[in-house]
């Protein structure tokens, strides 16, 4: 049976993988909205389309999909059949009956592949196992050293990995694709860090071939930031078309979900917030090489090192969450000004962009009251009384595996998009 179901695995991959890298853009979009019978081309609903339906469980049975598509019988029997011959989709047991012959069930297979999740951070890796509907099956974390590069992290991290697989029960065949994140600027297009002031030695460097001798699966790569605000848009927050999340760590940066897309800019840079010039910070050195940036007074990097100066044995943003959680008062202030800050720092994007909601993540989480409520001052008192009048700020749902599980996310919306799974089956008859 285990031999059997890896060769559906083996042949689903084979299957889907010709489409994925022509349908990596620079942008995508993140909410699968349903279609009807005919969209804005004028053309019928189509399979993928259909399989997106099911996923979010919109639609449950066949009679279900004619009423939202508008397609005939048959056309809805053929896509189905199409969905359930690749696995994707599966009946399970009768529905209730409302006089005829009880209709059967449709649902998303979510245990017919997985996906690998790497979020690399400074000084941890967080890596986990996932099934196609992004629940971690196994889990892992990686403590380096600061300043580790990638031809020394990276062969241990694809280890681990493929130790994780193992441990979740499933061969590497079932891996259907692999999500990365990464703190700064990400090439995606090259897989690669652009510019890190964090990651020394990583900028340039194509992680792809890493993970070839464990899978041929596509690998895509972002920004951490980005993908935290995947992991909200996937969960909590499905419903929302606007939200930023300001990750608050040792660098400080943000992810934009605006009208439904991810905004990732023209090169990639977009809510690069840290570096706005602030006045607290003139002539201040920060680490980009420039002078005068949020995050050479707000960062977590900042608070090791203004607490260093006064004699306290800090090395980790960290320490000093543990320090203000014990109640040191220098540890206490540092953190809510450093909340003042970024409030400051981001009242001009609540205003541009009139998010409904601002999710707080990141380390400085584990000092979630104490940083909000300098934010929020900041933020109420600069922002417009309209832009933040159904304003939400609220933590992480994820806490400090909101980066993997955006990562895994990140890696999902590509292998099962619509137009994805469209381009596969069209490849595959």
Known sequence: MITALADHLFSLFRWL?????????????????PRTASGSSGTPASAGEIFALIRDAVATTRSDIRRITGLSRTAVAARVADLTDRGLVVERQEGLSTGGRPPTLLAFNSDAGAVLAAAIGRSRTHLAVCNLAGRMLAV???DEHVGVGPEQLMPQLVKRLEALVTEAGLLPSAVLGVGVSLPGTVDQERGCSLDSPVMNGWDGVPLGPYFRDLTAAPVLVDNDANVMALAERHGEYRGVDDLVLLKL???????????????RGAVGAAGEYGHNKVPAAHNLSCRC??????????SGWAL?????????????LRDVIDLANRGDSEARRLIRESGRLVGEAVSPLVNVLN?????????MMGAYDLLVAGLREALYGNATALATRTLQVVPATHGERSSVIGSAALILDTILDADAIDAALQSGR
């Open 289 to 298: 090489g420039d002078t005068g940036c949020l995050e050479t007074v707000a």
């Open 304 to 316: 090791v090192r203004a607490l260093r100066d006064q004699g306290h044995d800090v090395g980790h």
């Open 249 to 263: 760590s040792t660098g400080l940066g943000a992810g934009i979900i605006s009208g439904g897309m991810l905004q």
């Open 355 to 363: 998010p409904a909601v601002l999710v707080i993540g990141g380390d």
């Open 17 to 33: 993988q010709p489409s994925f890298h022509a349908l990596i853009p620079r942008r995508r979009r993140i909410i699968r909205r």
């Open 140 to 142: 892992t974390d990686i």
